[in-house]
């Protein structure tokens, strides 16, 4: 009984190992990535999203890139996807928690795109919706010109 008892307090002491990558200094610690300038209207999506993103039944999967960011990350890395799930090393985010398709803003104006989470958009869109089980989110088609300071799309 004793052996199960100390058995049982050295295991649940041990630290959890969860799926993900953590940053190391803001960046991702392995592997080739590409790194981007924001545009202007990319910087002001980034603030809508930080402001209205609550909803974890929505999906995370939001940034777009510009066509020229398109065509850099295609040339880099084989293909570009559509869409990003956003984290922000920047502003104090440690890892990123999903293994598909993200960026890290790791300052003001430049994000990394890590090659080896892009995923092609038929397995993307199938482990969003099949596995995930997230919902479209209002986000995805918000310009944040058109909403007043404050609001949030609905």
């Known amino acids: 009984m004793r052996l199960c008892v100390l058995l049982f307090l050295f295991l ?32 002001a999506f980034l603030d809508l999203v930080r402001r209205c993103h609550t909803d974890n039944t ?29 984290f922000e090393s920047y502003r104090g985010d440690t890892g990123v928690d999903i293994e598909i398709n993200v960026i890290n803003r790791f300052s003001e104006n430049e994000f990394e795109i890590p090659h080896q989470l892009l995923t092609r958009k038929d397995k993307a869109d199938d482990w969003e919706v099949n596995t995930m089980g997230w919902n479209p989110n ?5 310009n944040p010109n058109n909403i007043k300071p404050g609001s949030c799309p609905r």
């Open 12 to 43: 649940s002491s041990m630290p959890a190992f969860a799926d993900g990558w953590t940053f190391i200094n803001g960046r991702f610690p392995e592997g080739q990535v590409t790194v981007l300038t924001l545009t202007k209207a990319q910087k």
């Open 58 to 86: 929505k999906t995370p999967f939001l940034f777009r890139l510009s066509r020229q960011q398109s065509i850099v990350l295609k040339h880099e890395s084989g293909f570009s996807p559509d869409r990003f799930a956003i």
């Open 138 to 142: 209002p986000l995805s088609k918000a």
